[in-house]
């Protein structure tokens, strides 16, 4: 029996059919707001992608991803048949970097780049004239004003350079390059969503949706050109009409992670108000706080905290890595929800929680189950009303190939470590669609989309520069 503390808690945390409903209302007007203005809380971002590639696409291009746990220099050879080659290493991204000032990081980045090319080696033919081309996979909303351009409008996860927000990020990293006689060029940018949906259309066929539940969480989609009101209707119909990167539908970055900022409809517990409160962007990504990776592991730690000071779990007695912000992170989350015995719960909270194994009686394993379920299934549900919007939104313009089976194509740490949170994103969707609703929707695994999606993008770059140059020859 659990004790009355935690009727209290669940409210916040058990979405019942009409407060799932009521989400996905709102989100849909979130959405639509901002394809109608600037600056409103879901940016809506037209990356100037036009469609998807078919997997007949090939090159070998160097790729770059920041945003997630850790920065990757890659070099991914498209191979023309749906698959690809990758190399790839991984370069750490401390706090002070990701805290101080923008230049500096930047530099770092560009050294990465540097030692990946010295130490590892790429097998790019140089080119005659000219640096090697890079596509960057930027993890954080920017908006784009082309596919090589685009302004950091906020940071996110963690990250808070100075002398960033506002700036062209392209720039910041070329200045980087030239800085420091590097012979590369970045030539497209793109978040890591329109990273995975590209990468899961290569590789799997036409994707509606490219979402990643990982340490953020976001989701991009393909939606009519004109439905994007805010480029105005002179650029809506020159898109349109051709010319580079054009056509009559748009990949939209939505950042999602912000929906509801103003938090009218997010079950909003003390738990959650306690880690905004904290965190270094109170009032932003209120979405993404209750649904990636980052928050996860903190939320519990913010709930299991609550029953210690309420002395109803490990006899009221706490550890320095429960009192410690952010102590432990989700993998507490994922080693409880994919514990197959009591056996396997109490290793996870003594290895990780460093609780001692005397304090841990049997009604405290019930209870860490429970405060693990309920922020899991809270952000499986959760993730569930962002799709279901999405799906609803494009239900009038989806292209054909869409019309029988959707596609959404998914990436990140949560998607792919926390047991069963396709499963309960499943329950939601049910809900939400109806059973043929939910059926038609296929998620399947983007793995290096961020690394793929780059390369698609840093090639649809070369095309139009080769157009271009040959039309002004
Ligand atoms: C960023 C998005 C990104 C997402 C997933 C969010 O915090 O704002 O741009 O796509 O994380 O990495």
Redesign the pocket.
């Known amino acids: 029996m659990l004790p009355d503390i935690c009727k209290d808690i669940e409210p916040n945390f058990l979405l019942c059919d009409s407060a799932l409903e009521h989400i996905v209302t709102h989100f849909r007007r979130e959405l639509e707001a901002g394809l109608a203005r600037r600056g409103e809380d879901v940016a809506m971002i037209p990356s100037f992608v036009p469609g998807v590639p078919d997997g007949t696409e090939e090159g070998t291009f160097l790729a770059l991803d920041l945003?997630?746990t850790n920065l990757r220099v890659c070099e991914v050879r498209l191979l023309g048949n749906h698959k690809f080659e990758m190399k790839q290493q991984k370069y750490k991204v401390s706090d002070d970097l990701k805290e101080g000032e923008a230049t500096v990081l930047f530099d770092y980045i560009a050294d990465s780049v540097d030692a990946f090319l010295t130490e590892i080696g790429s097998d790019i033919a140089p080119e005659k004239s000219g640096p090697m081309h890079l596509g960057f996979t930027?993890?954080?909303?920017?908006e784009q004003t082309a596919i090589n351009s685009g302004t950091l409008l906020?940071w996110?996860?963690g990250f808070n350079a100075k002398n960033a927000i506002g700036k062209d990020v392209v720039k910041l990293l070329n200045d980087a390059f030239e800085r420091k006689h590097i012979h590369v060029r970045c030539s497209a940018l793109v978040?890591?969503?329109v990273g995975t949906l590209l990468s899961r259309s290569y590789q799997h066929g036409p994707a509606l949706i490219g979402a990643?539940f990982?340490?953020?969480?976001?989701g991009?989609y393909i939606d009519k050109t004109s439905t994007v009101a805010k480029l105005g209707e002179k650029q809506i119909r020159e898109l349109e009409e051709g010319g580079e990167h054009a056509g009559a539908y748009m990949v939209i970055?939505t950042?999602w992670?912000?929906f509801d900022n103003k938090r009218q409809c997010l079950p909003v517990s003390i738990f959650d108000s306690k880690l905004d409160r904290m965190s270094i962007n109170p009032r932003k990504?209120a979405f993404?706080k209750m649904v990636?990776g980052m928050y996860l592991g903190e939320i519990t730690r913010n709930i299991l905290l609550h029953l210690i000071d309420s002395n109803v779990l490990f006899e009221g007695y706490s550890t320095a890595v429960l009192n410690e912000h952010y102590g432990f992170d989700t993998s507490f989350v994922s080693a409880v929800e994919g514990a197959e015995s009591d056996e396997d719960v109490i290793k996870a909270i003594t290895d990780i929680l460093k609780v001692k194994r005397k304090h841990i009686k049997e009604r405290d394993l019930e209870l860490v189950r429970w405060a693990t379920k309920l922020v899991a299934h809270r952000a499986a549900y959760l993730a569930a009303t962002a799709v279901a919007a999405v799906v609803q939104h494009t239900e009038k313009n989806r292209r054909e190939e869409e019309k029988e089976t959707i596609d959404v194509g998914v990436d990140?740490s949560v998607a792919q470590y926390l047991p069963r949170f396709e499963e309960n994103m499943r329950v939601a969707l049910r809900k939400l669609l109806g059973e043929d609703g939910e059926k038609r929707i296929t998620i399947g695994l983007a793995k290096d989309g961020s690394g793929v999606g780059a390369a698609l993008t840093a090639l649809q770059a070369k095309k139009a520069a080769e157009r271009s140059s040959k039309l002004s020859k």
């Open positions: 945003g997630g930027f993890s954080f909303p920017v906020t996110t996860k978040n890591d969503t990643i990982g340490t953020g969480t976001n991009a970055n950042e992670g912000a990504q993404e990636s990140g």
